[in-house]
């Protein structure tokens, strides 16, 4: 019998842990002649914000020795505009679809669920508290463990949605962090965010970024998500989702021992549009040489002690 890739987060059922980060697969219709959006286990949107937002200027991305570095500034059609003209097209699809938000303040993040809450077609609200790119909010309001509760606090006033939280990297204690998200009403968490990172022109003397510093993400990253990750699944009672250099399936499987419930596919949908497709598959194809039969088996089962 084929292996189950099922799971449950916030009590929404996934038909398999892979999904997209968020800001790496615009609004999924982008992708849409590309793979089959329905085969995937969900699917994260850009940031939305209460107003539309053009970002920085460019140049605002930039590669780096594996990886590359973005400075976009959370660059999206604003709430209104998405209710109206993104959300029909995902409203159609067969997976779980989960709107990241994002806001300068407490009240633009409320605001902007409270009109989230009266649009039909989303599943779950993953909180974008760890931007590194934004002048006010983001790392902000997602560093300080009693902000972070009092945001999430505010947010669960006003909608009815599982929430997950995207938690920043950037910070002394990911846990500490993390067990504040389950004390605001999470029902997962996300991590990490990209690294704050800086490119220099050794010609020009000039930053390769606009905004100057700019979010590290891809391969180069991987290790300090999976430690992360490991550290965060051990320390709260939340599904914990993945999310840091995923470019194949052998990466997915070390961040489920890591202690994943679900992972994140983000820069690698740039270089291969196919990635998540080549993950999903090859995580069957790991489960049955295994002989296992779900996924649910190596969550969490990393072997510390040698």
């Known amino acids: 019998m084929k292996p189950s890739l099922s799971l449950t987060i916030g009590g929404v059922t996934f038909k398999n842990p892979v999904t997209v980060a968020s800001g790496t ?18 699917i994260v949107t ?3 914000t209460l107003k539309e937002r053009q970002g920085h200027p ?21 709430v209104e505009r998405f209710i109206d003209e993104k959300l029909p097209f995902l409203r159609k699809l067969n997976t779980v679809r989960i709107v990241n938000v994002a806001g300068s303040t407490q009240a633009e993040y409320v605001e902007v669920c409270r009109l989230l809450e009266k649009a039909e077609g989303i599943d779950m609200l993953e909180i974008n508290l760890s931007c590194p790119n934004v002048d006010a909010g983001g790392m902000e309001l997602g560093t300080d463990p ?9 947010v669960r006033e006003v909608t009815s949605r599982p929430i997950i939280v995207k938690l920043s990297p950037n910070v002394t204690s990911i846990v500490t962090i993390a067990r504040a998200a389950q004390e605001g009403g999470a029902a997962a968490v996300s ?10 022109d050794t010609e020009t003397w000039r930053p390769r970024l606009s905004n100057g510093t700019g979010g590290l993400s891809g391969p180069a990253i ?20 993945g999310i840091g250099g995923i470019s194949n399936w052998t990466d997915a499987v070390e961040f489920h021992l890591a202690g994943a419930t679900a992972i994140q ?5 740039f270089i291969a549009p196919d990635t998540t ?13 295994h002989k296992l039969t779900a996924i649910t088996d190596i969550i969490g089962r990393v072997k510390v002690k040698l």
């Open 25 to 42: 697969f615009g609004y999924a219709e982008e992708f849409a002649e590309l793979i089959d959006l329905e085969a995937l286990g969900g």
């Open 46 to 48: 850009k940031s939305i």
């Open 58 to 78: 460019p140049p605002r991305t930039c590669e780096t020795p594996a990886g590359m570095l973005n400075a976009i500034g959370l660059a999206n059609v604003g």
């Open 146 to 154: 009693a902000v972070m509760i009092r945001v999430l606090t505010a």
């Open 191 to 200: 991590l990490i965010n990209t690294l704050v990172g800086m490119a220099i």
């Open 222 to 241: 991987r290790p300090v998500a999976v430690a992360m990750v490991y550290k965060v699944a051990r320390a709260i009672d939340l599904p914990v989702i």
């Open 265 to 269: 596919v983000g820069t690698a949908n």
């Open 277 to 289: 497709m080549n993950i999903i598959a090859g995580l069957s194809r790991y489960l049955a040489a």
